[in-house]
Every structure is written in C-alpha cells, then in structure tokens.
C-alpha cells in the first residue's frame, strides 16, 4: 500500500473518523510487515505528542470503537453465523486494538507524561493539517499563524477559522497536504489558485499546495464540503470522493460523501458540472438547482431546493421532508454527539424544521412535537427510548 494512502487511514483512525473498510485495510498492512507496526506507533506518537500539548487527547473513543466491534463480531459467533471472514475479522480488530494500546501504552511512559498523579484530560478533538512527510499539526481556531512545509518555507497563513494557501512555491510535483474537521467543527480553506472550500463536521480534504501549470486541478473529498471553484478553462477542477467524480471549470456547488452514510451526491448551486460515477464511468451534466445522486448502481439526476443541501454553510440545520434517520447522522457530525436509538418507530417519521443557534436539547425537544419520545444525555452519548405508558 502507498505510503502517503497507509497514513491517510492512520489518520482517520486516530481521530476515530476511520470506516470499517479504513480499519481492514490497516489491519492487513500491519500483517504484511513486522515494521509496519513500528510506523504505526511512530504515528500515533506523534499525533499524541501534538495533541496532549493541546489537551485534546482521546484514546477512549478509538477504544470503545473497536471494542464494539469485537462485541459485535461475538454476537454474530453466538448466533451461529460462523465463516472464516467473520472469524479473521474478529481477530482483525483485536489484533488492531493490542497494537493500538501498546504504541499508547509505551508512548504514556515516556517523559511527555511527567506528572503521573495527574489525569488526562480529554476535549474535544482538534482540526489537524498533515503535510507531505506526515507531521501532523493542530489547528486550532482562535490563532493565528504560518503554515510552513518541511523545509520550512511558508506555505500559507490561518487566520482563525481559515487558511489560506499562498501559491508562490515554485514546485515541479503535486505536494499533498490533508486536512481533517472533526465532529462539530467546521473550517474554511482557501487552495493556491483562489478557489473557496467550506469543510463540514466529519471531513477530510487531500489537496495540493499548489497546482502546476499542464495537470488538472483534483483534491479527494471525504466527507462534506461547499465549494467555490476559480476559473480557470485550461485547468479543470476535479473533485474525487467515495464514488464519484465531480469536474467543474468555475462554479458553487456542494458535494456530500460520508462513508458513514454509504451514499454521495452532488448539489450545483451556479455554473455547471459533470459527475460521473467510478462503477460504469457513465455521466450527467447538472443544471442550476439539481441534484446527481445513486439510485442502485445508477447516476440520477432531480430538481431540489438548493438550501437545504448548503445551509450548514452559515451554520445552520434545514431539514426538508426529511426522515429521523437521516436527521441523526447529521445531528451526529454537527453537535459532536453519538446517538443511540432504540426506538425504531421514530426512524420513519419525516421532519421540516431549520435551526440556527439551537443546542441538541432543544433540537430534541422539538422533534418530540413530531412524535413522543424520551432521551437521555450522558458524556455526549444520547440514548432515545420509546415513552412509557401513560
């Protein structure tokens, strides 16, 4: 597996973004070599170093993550549902967990925890920015700073909530950096040629620090993001995501792609775009106010009202006919929360409703106007059982 691909993943998983997909192929590169485990470790390492100076460290969430799926895995072996992928998977996520805990374990040692009487502190997770070698930098954004490369030549500036690619590097090679928005967080980029990207709760970005003259413009999307391509006919902009492509000469529009949610669309607000699928290569031209979208393995298109895909844009939540299933992954991402729902009769209610400054209690509490239900809150965990009777 490529270098820069293998971190990618490591990435995700330490902040606990990482699909089950993510986690097997972590799983077999680690097999493939006893050394792949030390650059496991090494990463975490540092990621945690950077981290723990910022107080946000979180190793119990990537714990419980994988805790629940060997608790899963056992479920599906007391049920009889015995093969040799559900057994290798079982040991995969174990076999991940060990080595996960170790290089912390061994990490925790080390001289950067010096006070052992005092407990750590978890927060919230952080924006990270990984440059080309892998370092990973925190962002957080109340600073102001120099975003520099390897070498030490500056690269960009973040101005709070936003940072902007300079574009004078005079480079003969595509340079990646990635940048990560954990839940509840969103953040602004602005890429080398002028080009506007408002990143949504839960995504990652890959994308150059500066395009070269002759090659398209292409960044890989993981997760949500609004996007106000510059124009620029000799170069096209290209935006890869799970399973699509979008290509775009200068135009506002809005691609989704959560891994989490297993599907991917694309919302043009002005211009035009053409997004084609990576199954069967087949493309559709959209229109102002439509919508590219999966239907089976098909590329459709439908007219839609543009605002509710690009609302979160100001911050705000718009809801259109929209079901309670839908409604949680995007409530999940927005407020930094996990939702557990064990009443399932509220999965197919549909909801309209926009909000702005809410916190999730009073989003809540106005969808028990839909339908009743109770909810507890409990570090962020919100459980939702069906009311009693009266």
Do not use: C
Not at 7 to 16: A, D, P, Q, S
Not at 135 to 160: E, L
Not at 202 to 214: D, H, R
Not at 333 to 350: A, C, G, M, P
């Amino acid at each position: 597996m490529a270098k820069l691909k293998i971190e990618i993943l490591i990435l995700k998983f330490i902040n606990n973004q990482a699909s089950e997909e993510d986690i097997n192929a972590i799983s077999d590169w680690l097999e493939e070599d006893v050394n792949n485990q030390k650059v496991f470790n090494n990463l975490i390492k540092t990621n945690y170093t950077v981290n723990y100076s910022m107080k946000s460290v979180n190793t119990d969430a990537a714990k419980k993550q994988f805790l629940q799926k060997i608790k899963q895995e056992k479920i599906k072996q007391k049920e009889n549902v015995f093969s040799k992928s559900s057994i290798r998977s079982y040991f995969k996520y174990a076999a991940i967990l060990i080595v996960f805990l170790s290089a912390f374990y061994m990490f925790k040692t080390k001289d950067v925890f010096t006070t052992k009487d005092t407990p750590l502190t978890v927060k919230e997770e952080s924006i990270t920015l990984q440059l080309e070698n892998g370092n990973i930098q925190v962002i957080n954004p109340v600073n102001t700073q120099i975003i520099k490369n390897i070498q030490g030549k500056t690269i960009g500036n973040q101005n709070k909530n936003k940072i902007v690619y300079t574009g004078n590097q005079n480079l003969d090679k595509l340079v990646y950096n990635m940048i990560s928005v954990p839940n509840g967080k969103r953040f602004e980029l602005i890429l080398s040629d002028g080009t506007s990207i408002q990143l949504n709760s839960g995504t990652s970005l890959k994308f150059p620090v500066q395009f070269i003259k002759g090659e398209n413009r292409q960044v890989y999307l993981d997760g949500e993001a609004y996007f106000a391509v510059t124009k620029d006919p000799k170069h096209p902009f290209l935006v890869s995501s799970n399973d699509m492509n979008v290509k775009v000469l200068g135009t506002k529009f809005n691609v989704t792609s959560y891994k989490k949610d297993a599907k991917t669309y694309t919302v043009l607000v002005e211009g035009k775009v053409a997004a084609s699928d990576h199954l069967n290569n087949e493309e559709v031209i959209l229109k102002p106010s439509e919508r590219a979208y999966f239907e089976g393995k098909q590329l459709k298109l439908e007219p839609v009202d543009v605002r509710k895909y690009i609302a979160w844009v100001s911050g705000e939540l718009m809801f259109i006919d929209d079901s309670f299933a839908v409604i949680t992954n995007k409530l999940e991402r927005k407020y930094n929360v996990q939702i557990i729902n064990n009443y399932e009769e509220l999965n197919s209610i549909v909801i309209t409703a926009t909000f702005k400054n809410e916190n999730i209690d009073q989003v809540l509490k106005t969808f028990q106007t839909y339908k009743a239900f109770n909810y507890t809150i409990n570090n962020r965990v919100i459980t939702i059982t069906k009311p009693k009777k009266m």
